[in-house]
């Protein structure tokens, strides 16, 4: 397991949410990248030096401190979308190796080369910057059917981090809340929704929404 590329993003014009940029343009860089924890949300900043976000109501902070996807599940949307899909094409700030994103626990640990910690947070949720950026019409419908949404992270213990640093999984909760389950039950199966209760780890705002619809 490991880093493929380490990803920052480029500022481009968002006619897709009436903004004035968004950072989704993210690309691979050379040598380490400082990781340290953002803040609370709000400001546009993020746990990679030299990334940030523009849409700060809903992006950004702490629990989404950082985003993994993994390469192999670009490689399938590279067959389903019949074109090639270069790292950090889905806004993503780590393309992995040979890691189970999705299937990772809320809560669950990973150590990053030698000194970085990150801490899966919650899924992604699509929006229409996405779509608009792939320029696929009923991309987040897509998207979302498939629950493959890539984990956000918070960040544990900082430092630097680089493409081909190795990752190592060193804590995993006692719970069965994977990313994956996250998504299905924000997004897709509502029945599903009081399991995320057990994730301790699981950001307040996704425990609010818990409540708001269980009445937990």
Known sequence: ??????????????????????????????????????????????????????????????????????????????????????????????????????????????????????????????CGTFQGWLGRDGWIKRFTQAALPGAYLRVIEPGDIRADDPVEVVHRPDHDVSVALAFRAMTLDGDLLPRLLAADALPEEGKELVRRRTSA
């Open 1 to 126: 397991m490991k880093l493929l590329s380490v990803n920052i993003g480029r500022p481009r014009p968002n006619p897709w949410k009436g903004l004035s940029s968004t950072g989704i343009d993210k690309r691979p860089v050379g040598g380490p990248v400082a990781v340290t924890a953002p803040g609370p949300k709000g400001t546009g900043a993020v746990g990679l030096a030299g990334d940030r976000v523009y849409d700060v109501k809903h992006h950004g902070g702490s629990d989404q401190a950082v985003y993994a996807y993994a390469r192999e599940d670009l490689d399938g949307w590279e067959a389903e979308l019949g074109r090639p899909l270069a790292s950090g094409v889905f806004g993503e700030n780590l393309t992995t190796l040979g890691l189970d994103v999705n299937g990772a626990l809320i809560g669950e640990r990973w150590r990053i080369g030698p000194d970085v910690i990150l801490e899966v947070s919650c899924p992604r949720i699509p």
